[in-house]
């Protein structure tokens, strides 16, 4: 069987706990330090190098901040340009498969791209295009 205590007497009881516990100071204060002053000048040299430390930091903040967004705007770059060659390489291969085209296996790892682009160009080309041009323009050569 449980007793059930009134709402005001377990406040009550909970207030008493709490003023009851010691109260915790971390650190004692000297209050001879609190009652002197400082001379003007020390102030005045310490908000001046205060001041000092502050434009600093804003420096290193700004040089901080533009060399964020350069590395923001490479990664961009460098993650658009990897798409755009994926992109390239899948129409690529969708092409050699239409086509029933391969790409020699003796082409070498680091060939241009647009060689293959080119070889494509060359064997289903119009008669009146001319397929290096073609290519010359696509690379804006």
């Known amino acids: ?22 109260e915790l100071r971390p650190w004692h204060i000297n209050r001879s330090i609190d009652n002197a002053t400082l001379p ?10 205060l ?21 923001e705007r490479k990664l961009i770059k460098e993650t658009t340009a990897d798409n755009l060659w994926e992109i390239s390489d899948n129409n690529l291969l969708a092409l050699e498969e239409i086509s029933g085209i391969a790409t020699p296996p003796d082409r070498p790892g680091g060939q241009d791209p647009f060689d293959a682009l080119k070889g494509l160009l060359i064997e289903y080309s119009d008669e009146t295009v001319d397929s290096a041009e073609l290519v010359k323009s696509v690379r804006g050569k």
């Open 40 to 49: 003007v000048s020390a102030l005045s040299r310490e908000i001046e190098e």
């Open 51 to 71: 001041r000092q430390i502050v434009q600093e930091l804003r420096e290193s903040n700004s040089a901080l901040q533009s060399r964020v967004s350069a590395l």
């Open 1 to 22: 069987m449980s007793v059930r205590y009134p709402l005001n007497e377990i406040v009550a009881e909970k207030t008493r706990e709490w003023l009851s516990t010691p």
